[in-house]
């Protein structure tokens, strides 16, 4: 398998504070490439949330001001949701968007996501901004960070794809 | 003008840290009549809002999880529109929502109102939390303390006229 270096990659979560959660991940791939996928919705089905999971893109107007909606159905036969709205998407460097998931409504955390060019990699570092250290540890306790780790591992496979390696 | 009392009346507004906006309102009515009006769409044109402002209920869900939408419509036949989801509704003494202005979307606020029992009054605490203490002073700036005493003023004017002063 030749994705075997990017699969066993893992990101590196911090709580810098006591209300945010600061991640950050590089992928081997020119920053173009990996916001693009962040930010189509053709994409999306094919990366975002755990490996048993089939994302539908219900909304996505990916720009500043617009609301986007994705509804993931798991291998059990369940479905939940997601939403939010982007409060900047700025190109090819920065996305603020809301996020909340629907589960908990009304939880709503702030996602900073910052896109930093390293020539043919990209380092992605992501910010959650919480009301309070409660609902940040909420988040924390959940088991995002596998969830997390795997839909990167996801993304690194399919930017692999789409470089044809 | 038999109103005149509540007219001049004012809330408290205080900033008791850097991310909260905390005011103090009472309401000479009981507090099952003025919860009532918070959470009843029928009565939100009636109150909500300045008073050249005509306000339409789009979407009101007044239960936990559910959300809320009201367009209002100005004089000058210029339109705006707010939004959000109940966290938590629990009567008589406590709604927890967020707060957005669709003028600035995915600047999503924390509002939390309890509603203490005074007897023939009722104590409406409101506090506002922010991300950040920019976000939070921007809506100071907005003018929002004038145009809660107007909304403020309209409520107390329409609890006279519901008790049938």
Not at 54 to 69: F, H, L, P, S
Not at 121 to 133: H, N
């Amino acid at each position: 398998m030749t994705s075997a270096q990017q699969s066993t990659r893992t990101a590196t979560l911090t709580t810098p504070n006591e209300r945010e959660i600061h991640i950050e991940r590089e992928f081997d791939a020119p920053r173009d490439r990996v916001f693009a996928l962040y930010t189509d919705p053709q994409f999306i089905p094919q990366w975002w949330g755990p490996r048993d999971t089939t994302t539908q893109v219900v909304e996505m107007d990916c720009r500043t001001g617009g609301d986007w909606r994705f509804i993931c159905h798991n291998s059990d036969g369940n479905q939940t949701g997601f939403r939010g709205t982007y409060r900047e998407v700025t190109a090819p460097e920065r996305i603020v968007q809301t996020f909340e998931w629907e589960g908990m409504p009304g939880y709503v955390s702030l996602e900073t996501a910052v896109f930093e060019d390293l020539g043919d990699r990209t380092k992605v570092t992501t910010t959650s901004t919480f009301y309070t250290t409660d609902e940040r540890d909420g988040m924390l306790g959940s088991g995002m960070e596998s969830g997390m780790n795997e839909t990167y591992q996801r993304l690194d496979e399919l930017l692999e794809r789409l470089a044809g390696g």
